[in-house]
């Protein structure tokens, strides 16, 4: 599977932006899926993740309660709605797709629980 991911952009404080993560080359539904994001002199940090049946979702303690993930297997695409954005979620966001293993649970926030990555879309946020 090959993922694209889209919808980033500059936004005020307070703004919302929905991110999407388009699969090609495969099918979304056969994998976990999860955003991650990286600012400037920092580590690929873990954002959200969802299940592969989308029964079970996950989120950092930061983005929990404004952001949210969402799938949609019959368009191939994974969503991330941001609403009440701050400055410090300024980042490149990053979509990532992870088989399904049974120790998925255990490591759903980690970079190395994922299999695949797209290319990352900007979000800007001012103030």
């Known amino acids: 599977v090959q993922l694209q991911a889209s919808g980033g952009g500059l936004v005020q404080a307070g703004g919302s932006l929905r991110l999407s993560c388009a699969a090609s080359?495969?099918?979304?539904?056969?994998?976990?899926m999860g955003w991650f994001r990286q600012a400037p002199g920092l580590e690929r940090q873990f954002v959200a993740a969802i299940r592969r049946s989308g029964g079970r979702t996950d989120y950092a303690h930061s983005v929990k309660g404004r952001f949210t993930i969402s799938r949609d297997n019959a368009k191939n695409t994974v969503y991330l709605q941001m609403n009440s954005l701050k400055l410090e979620d300024t980042a490149v966001y990053y979509c990532?797709?992870?088989?399904?293993?049974?120790?998925?649970?255990?490591?759903?926030?980690?970079?190395?629980?994922?299999?695949?990555w797209g290319q990352g879309t900007l979000v800007t946020v001012s103030s």
């Open positions: 990532a797709a992870a088989l399904a293993r049974s120790d998925y649970s255990g490591y759903y926030y980690t970079t190395g629980a994922y299999d695949v």
């Open positions: 080359e495969g099918s979304v539904s056969s994998y976990h």
